[in-house]
T-cell receptor
Framework: EAQVTQNPRYLITVTGKKLTVTCSQN?????MSWYRQDPGLGLRQIYY???????DKGDVPEGYKVSRKEKRNFPLILESPSPNQTSLYFC?????????????FGPGTRLTVL | GQNIDQPTEMTATEGAIVQINCTYQ??????LFWYQQHAGEAPTFLSY??LDGLEEKGRFSSFLSRSKGYSYLLLKELQMKDSASYLC??????????WGAGTKLIIKP
């Protein structure tokens, strides 16, 4: 089954404790992206990657890191989480062969930073 | 700056028709998407418009007017399962998606 998976789905942590949210897709997509979603603000892009070893900042990259060492994986790293990073996070992928194609989203990770 | 406007919330009756509007001001335009998102779930693709006019797909239709920076999503024969948020997103000149905040649609029996 074609899908994007994220782990963990739910996470409660404390300020300053480094964490990683994993994202993996099995559709051989070149493009991958991380979003955060907050009430009233819609989806905001954190980072995106057009292909392996190519990453770029989105609209709200501060406090986050990403890496793209393999085509299928695109982990999101919070080196020192803060309460304002409490949010719902989505990973998405699509084929750059046709950028007009739909983005496939993972199920989301609900993060709470105390 | 880039901006996408949608109504925050709409209410409609089961079996009726509802139109959700989206207006946009972006740096260039390479298409407009509509996604559906049920509460707590991931967005799922509904439609893509890049040329002016109406695209029909079952009970859902999407319209685009590039000259007016305007789109709407039309939902017919509403069902309770259509209760969700509907997200409008524009692909700008840099091929980045700019997202609206979404319209929460409430369906009443």
């Amino acid at each position: 089954e074609a899908q994007v998976t994220q782990n963990p789905r739910y996470l409660i942590t404390v300020t300053g404790k480094k964490l990683t949210v994993t994202c993996s897709q099995n559709m051989n997509h070149e493009y991958m992206s991380w979003y955060r979603q907050d009430p009233g603000l819609g989806l905001r892009q954190i980072y995106y990657s057009m292909n392996v070893e190519v990453t770029d900042k989105g609209d709200v990259p501060e406090g986050y890191k990403v890496s793209r060492k393999e085509k299928r994986n695109f982990p999101l790293i919070l080196e020192s989480p803060s309460p304002n990073q409490t949010s719902l996070y989505f990973c998405a992928s699509s084929s750059t062969g046709d950028l007009y194609n739909e983005q496939f989203f993972g199920p989301g990770t609900r993060l709470t930073v105390l | 700056g880039q901006n996408i406007d949608q109504p925050t919330e709409m209410t409609a009756t089961e079996g009726a028709i509802v139109q959700i509007n989206c207006t946009y001001q972006t740096s260039g335009f390479n298409g407009l998407f509509w996604y559906q998102q049920h509460a707590g779930e991931a967005p799922t693709f509904l439609s893509y418009n890049v040329l002016d006019g109406l695209e029909e797909k079952g009970r859902f239709s999407s319209f685009l007017s590039r000259s007016k920076g305007y789109s709407y999503l039309l939902l017919k024969e509403l069902q309770m399962k259509d209760s969700a948020s509907y997200l409008c997103a524009v692909l700008d000149s840099n091929y980045q998606l700019i997202w609206g905040a979404g319209t929460k649609l409430i369906i009443k029996p």
